[in-house]
């Protein structure tokens, strides 16, 4: 891509700039000061956002990252994008035809299939390989602990409230590991994690058993290559799913429980080479609910370098992920709309039963355009700015029967067709991100032409001016009063209370079902912040945009405008986001140290199993621990209102 104009402007804009600070010295003029200090300032958050939108344009390739809820079909979506699927021969009917049924190459199934988060990325050699990055030992006791736990409860009839299943993912690779599968014997199922907890007179000695099965020491290995040469593609395309099932179920002698599969494919399985700007496919582990998760938010907002598809089942998108996208998609945030997509994944006959305004539709791609209608309709219900050309549709199983063979009205070539299309459409969602780059950018030289050409303000402009600072000003005071406290505890008591027990037993973290209690607290001060703050934030942008509509279009005074309403933007989000982060530090300071040495998790860990109300009791001693937090952050929202926020935008003015 040519950045020459995007680095030639900002090098018009700095040298403008420079002209512009000299010509201001000893100048004691008002109105020349007034509109000279405008325009350097609107000129230098020009080139900043120049800066930023070069070293977005300078990505080569982009992590596709996959985000769905548990069950949506978005590991069977990718593999059928990204052809990772292999034909096995079947025999069909009385008469033994022969056809051919397709199989993922990945685990999938009705949800909870895959255990951890999955990189799909070249190998950049001959063969494909499988990595895993594994958890800690210490993490990995913790599983097995967690496990344990459920099985002595079930199987010593402990309340009914302890029963709360593990992850079945995680249940499933934890009896591999240890061998405590089911079997049959004489007819009966007997499963041997039950057999394991009757022999053991109390629930330590059975932990200590299964964690010995367990042999952790002997499981340090993290790479799987095939010892031989593969024959064919199809050769090659079973021994990745057959190694891939084994990873994903823990049932891979020497390797641990992988927190990340990073699946590394030849070029035979998928030529990346064809899709010079995707680097990497992400499959994100399944949403539990509608809860943010820390490595999601760094996908969407805290980096440049991906592009996030959410997976949404045909009838429910776009309500699952609604509440989660708010987040990210506000008025203020710049560069996440231009990176999302929403992948809507119909099943059999859902298109054609959409309801039109004469019934049902009975025609698939009417159907399809009548959902997108009502889709980004709820999401403009929602005020989240989703952009319409980025809701897309892919059924993985269109052309198949429910036997996974080929209808037989139907070729390759309509799979092949179909899969190039949506891939086509995401190749253009990545040019539409960089073409609105671009045309920023065209907008900034026509602004920038109009303030340097431009003539003097007026005493009425004088005056618009001078009356938007003491507007502005008047919103020092920011009014903000916390509630985060109680929100937060709110936040802590809608878990499970065995999810509840399984955190503080990891001191606030439970990476497998992707919970941090410290972003919690993060995510839960940044909607209160926001909520709290949005009224003055507005009501400034208000008044700018008054004396925008009442300034000459000569003076230069509107697109000066135009560039504090972005300064404003920019400012309202980085206050409400560092504010967030210190809220972050704060609740995790409270909490420290994260060691049995901590009197509060020693309570937490301990208190289980010593009569009812466990969970009470516990959220009293966090509101013990976080006392306090409420009037702190009063203070600090103040603090940093008055600092980061309204003092930067008088500053636009010459003065702060």
Not at 234 to 260: C, I, M, Q, T, Y
Not at 322 to 334: A, D, M, P, V
């Amino acid at each position: 891509m040519d950045l020459n104009p995007v680095q030639e402007l900002r090098k018009q804009i700095e040298s403008e700039i420079k002209t512009l600070e000299l010509k201001i010295k000893g100048q004691k003029g008002v109105l020349f000061l007034i509109k000279t200090r405008c325009s350097i300032n609107s000129l230098k958050s020009i080139a900043a956002r120049l800066d930023r939108i070069e070293k977005i344009l300078q990505i080569p390739s982009y992590d596709l990252v996959f985000i769905g809820k548990i069950g949506v079909g978005k590991t069977t979506a990718i593999c059928h994008l990204f052809n990772l699927i292999r034909e096995e021969e079947k025999t069909v009917g009385k008469t033994g035809r022969k056809t051919k049924k397709i199989s993922e190459l990945l685990s999938t199934g009705a949800g909870r299939t895959t255990i951890c988060e999955v990189v799909i990325k070249p190998s950049h050699s001959v063969k494909s390989f499988l990595e895993i990055e594994p958890y800690s030992d210490e993490e990995v006791k913790e599983f097995i602990k967690e496990v344990c736990t459920y099985f002595w409860n079930k199987e010593h009839d402990q309340d009914s409230d302890t029963f709360d299943l593990p992850p079945a993912e995680l249940l499933r690779a934890i009896r591999n590991i240890t061998d405590l599968r089911d079997s049959q014997v004489g007819g009966n199922r007997v499963d041997k994690a039950v057999e394991l907890a009757q022999t053991c007179s109390n629930p330590d000695i059975f932990i200590e058993i299964v964690l010995e099965r367990a042999a952790l020491s002997n499981r340090k290995q993290t790479r799987l290559e095939a010892s031989r040469e593969f024959k064919t593609i199809e050769d090659e395309n079973k021994w990745l799913r057959d190694n891939f099932a084994s990873f994903n179920l823990g049932k891979v002698d020497g390797f641990s429980l992988p927190r990340r599969i990073n699946v590394c494919v030849s070029d035979k399985i998928i030529d990346f080479n064809k899709y010079p700007k995707f680097k990497s496919i992400i499959d994100t582990r399944g949403m539990d609910d509608v809860r943010d998760r820390k490595d999601l938010s760094d996908y969407i907002r805290g980096r440049d370098d991906s592009i996030c598809l959410f997976a949404e089942q045909f009838v429910a998108a776009p309500s699952n992920i609604s509440e989660l996208l708010k987040r990210y998609l506000t008025q203020e945030s710049k560069d996440i709309d231009i990176k999302l997509a929403l992948l809507v994944l119909p099943r059999k006959g859902e298109p054609e039963n959409v309801l039109g305004l004469d019934g049902k539709v009975e025609d698939r791609e009417e159907g399809i355009e009548v959902r997108r209608n009502q889709i980004y309709d709820a999401f403009a219900k929602d005020k989240i700015k989703f952009l319409s050309q980025n809701i897309l549709f892919y059924d993985a199983l269109q052309f198949y029967d429910d036997e996974y063979t080929l209808k037989s009205h139907y070729e390759k070539d309509d799979v092949i067709n179909e899969r190039s299309h949506v891939l086509d459409r995401i190749n253009e969602l990545i040019s539409r991100k960089e073409n609105a780059l671009l045309r920023e950018v065209d907008d900034y030289e026509k602004i920038f032409g109009i303030i340097k050409s431009s003539g003097v303000l007026s005493p009425q402009e004088e005056k618009l001016i001078n009356d938007l600072k003491k507007n502005i000003d008047n919103h020092r005071k920011s009014k903000f009063f916390s509630a985060l406290e109680s929100k937060y505890k709110n936040n802590l008591k809608s878990y499970n209370v065995m999810v509840f027990r399984a955190i503080n037993n990891r001191f606030g973290t439970y990476n497998i079902r992707g919970i941090d209690i410290y972003f919690d607290a993060l995510h839960v001060s940044e909607k209160l912040l926001r909520d709290r703050l949005i009224e003055p934030k507005a009501e400034i942008i208000g008044a700018i945009e008054f004396v925008e509509e009442h300034a000459s279009d000569t003076s230069g005074l509107k697109p000066v405008m135009q560039i504090l309403k972005e300064q404003v933007d920019e400012f309202f989000e980085k206050t409400v986001i560092e504010i967030s982060q210190e809220v972050y530090e704060c609740i995790k300071d409270k909490l420290a140290p994260q060691n049995h040495s901590n009197e509060f998790w020693e309570y937490a860990q301990n208190r289980w199993g010593k009569g009812s109300g466990y969970r009470n009791d516990v959220l009293g001693q966090y509101g013990n621990q976080i006392d306090g937090v409420d009037d702190w952050l009063s203070e600090r929202v103040q603090e940093l209102w008055e600092q980061n926020f309204m003092d930067k935008i008088l500053e636009f003015f010459g003065e702060g």
